[in-house]
């Protein structure tokens, strides 16, 4: 059965500290592995998006990392902001449909304390 | 910021009544989508459309029906709202080349009492 099993499940930090949230997949054939950011009562945001041969991908501040031999990925937040505070979700694609199926994680809720 | 919009953002509603969601896009996307998501878990897709006249029912089992009359329209409507839908209904369009990025609306949460 195809998952996508995101940890930890929530996570409080204080600003300007680092942090790494973390999506283990089950999903084949793989075809690629987003990371999105959802702040509260807003619709998912895309950070990155890594495919098969690549193991690293950064936006800014966001750094996601695959590795595909083991399917697990993770996404480190440098000197997090207030405004990070939001739920990340690990969202993966197979590769066999034509509609791109996706699977998404239920997320990793992030609190940053000033 | 995608250009992605849902009405209303807010609705509380009595059992039985009608709602229609509205979704509309203005990035000239075929394909389009809408999600359910509940508090703390996982979003899932109850119904898809690669373009004008064409909607297909997801994963997630719904009472509700779409239609795809216009390309950058994809309104959802519940013919009887019932306590069991209240949840978070999200909207979302991609491209039709290959496996693009979907771009989601922000939303339209649902409360039926």
């Known amino acids: 059965k195809n998952q996508v099993e995101q940890s930890p499940q929530s996570l409080i930090i204080l600003e300007g500290k680092n942090c790494t949230l973390q999506?283990?997949?089950?999903?084949?054939?793989?075809?690629?592995l987003r990371w999105y950011k959802q702040d509260t009562g807003r619709g998912p945001v895309s950070l990155t998006i890594?495919?098969?041969?690549?193991n690293t991908k950064s936006n800014g501040r966001y750094t996601a990392t695959l590795d595909a031999d083991t399917k697990q990925s993770s996404l480190h937040i440098t000197a997090s902001q207030l405004s990070d505070s939001a739920s990340y979700i690990c969202?993966?694609?197979?590769?066999?449909?034509?509609?791109?199926?996706?699977?998404f994680g239920r997320g990793t809720q992030l609190t940053v304390w000033p | 910021e995608a250009d992605i919009y849902q009405t209303p953002r807010y609705l509380v509603i009595g059992t039985g009544k009608k709602i229609t969601l509205e979704c509309s896009q203005t990035?000239?996307?075929?394909?389009m989508y809408w999600y359910q998501q509940d508090p703390g878990m996982e979003l899932h897709l109850i119904h898809y459309?690669?373009?004008?006249?064409?909607?297909e029912k997801g994963d997630l089992s719904s009472e509700s029906t779409v239609s795809r009359i216009r390309t950058e329209h994809f309104p959802l409507t519940l013919e009887s709202a019932r306590p069991s839908h209240t949840s978070q209904y999200l909207c979302?369009?991609?491209?039709?080349?290959?496996?693009?990025?979907?771009?989601f609306g922000p939303g339209t949460r649902l409360l039926v009492l």
């Open positions: 969202v993966v694609t197979d590769r066999g449909s034509t509609l791109g199926r996706l699977y």
């Open positions: 890594m495919t098969f041969s690549e």
């Open positions: 459309s690669y373009g004008v006249n064409s909607t």
């Open positions: 990035m000239g996307h075929d394909k």
């Open positions: 999506c283990n997949y089950t999903v084949s054939p793989f075809s690629n």
């Open positions: 979302a369009s991609s491209t039709r080349q290959g496996q693009e990025t979907q771009y």
